[in-house]
Every structure is written in C-alpha cells, then in structure tokens.
C-alpha cells in the first residue's frame, strides 16, 4: 500500500491565531466621534483591531480626557487591556491643551488633535475644501452638506470618502503628529484610520 499510515509523523501544524489588537478610544465629544469611531469600525472591518470606544463625562477638557483615558487602560486586565490608547479632542479654545499633550507622551497615549474641531474631519468625507471656518460656520457646512443634524451623524453620512477625507487632512497638515496641534484647519484623525484599516 503506498504511503505510510495517515497522519503517523506528519501533524499538521496549525498557524497561530493573531488576536485583534485591542484599541481604546476615548473621545472628547459625547455623540458625533463615538458615532464616527463605531462606523468607521463596522466600514473597514479589519480583523486585525477592535476598537472600543469610551465617551467620558469630564465636560471639554483634554487634560481630564487623558486623565479618564490613563484610568480607563490601567483598570483593564488580562484580556480586557489595551494595546494602543488614543484620544480624540478638538482645539476650541483649551487652555489645558499643553499639559494634555505632555501627559499623552508621558503615558504613550496617541492624542489625536482636531483643529478647530472633529466636523472639519466630517467636512472632508464630502469636499476637499481647506477654507478655516468659525465653529457656528463649520456646524452650519457640515449640516448643509447632509453630513449631521446637530450632534446626530446622518444615516447616509458618506463613510466610504473615509479615504479621500485622509488624503485632503494630509495636504492640509503634511506633518501631522499624535500630540500636536496642527494649523487651522486641520485632523490627526488619518493616524486612527490607519490604526483600525485592514493591513
């Protein structure tokens, strides 16, 4: 009979399952980013990461944000603890910004800047337009453009532009960076896409 007797010597040997990194993001915002980040996730789908998102109740701060962010990984175990950390915040008009960014190095936490805030990343998932806006103006663009109604992402808010929205944020900040303010306008949101997109 040709052939010894199957499987006597010749184990197959099983690759390695990867487990998806597990990305906490804790946002500024209460209801337009914790929309976006769970959207974003459920469009590029990767089975490399997860990301959890937390809202936190500290008010606009991004010192306390970071804070919350730090407590919220260090309470995590075993298989509940994070790989990356990153925290979404806008510039508005914090005096606390610095110290917040400090704190993120310090505690590697990627802090994702947005200025002057998260709807200029809203904005370009629609046009490729660098124009600096007050925030009642940039509220008013992103409702036009059918984008949100008040803090509510609409149904059709178009998350497949996620890449075209990166490619504008590049242009409008060549040298973006977790734990920096970019020029006006401009997000840091490219480096969470990045993070969560399929390799």
Known sequence: MAGGPRGRGTRRIRPQR???KRIL????????????????????RSK????????VGVGTDPLKVVRKCVEIRDRAQGDAAFDICVCLVDVDQHATLPAACKLAKQESIL?????????????????DKRSALTTTQLDHRVEQL???????????????????????????????????MGPGPSSAMPLLVDL???S
């Not at 993001?25 to 459920?42: A, K, N």
């Not at 008040?150 to 929205?165: M, N």
């Open 111 to 127: 802090l994702l800047i947005s200025n002057l805030k998260f709807e200029v990343w809203l904005r370009w998932h629609a046009e």
């Open 25 to 44: 993001v804790v946002t500024e915002g209460t209801e337009t980013e914790p929309q976006y980040v769970e959207r974003l996730g459920g469009f590029l």
């Open 48 to 55: 490399g990461a997860t990301a959890i998102v937390k809202k």
């Open 196 to 198: 969560l997109k399929p």
């Open 146 to 180: 059918n984008l949100a109604s008040g803090k509510t992402l609409l149904p059709r808010f178009p998350i497949d532009r996620v890449y075209a929205a990166c490619d504008t944020a590049r242009k409008a900040d060549p040298g973006m960076a977790a734990c920096r």
């Open 18 to 20: 990867q487990l998806a």
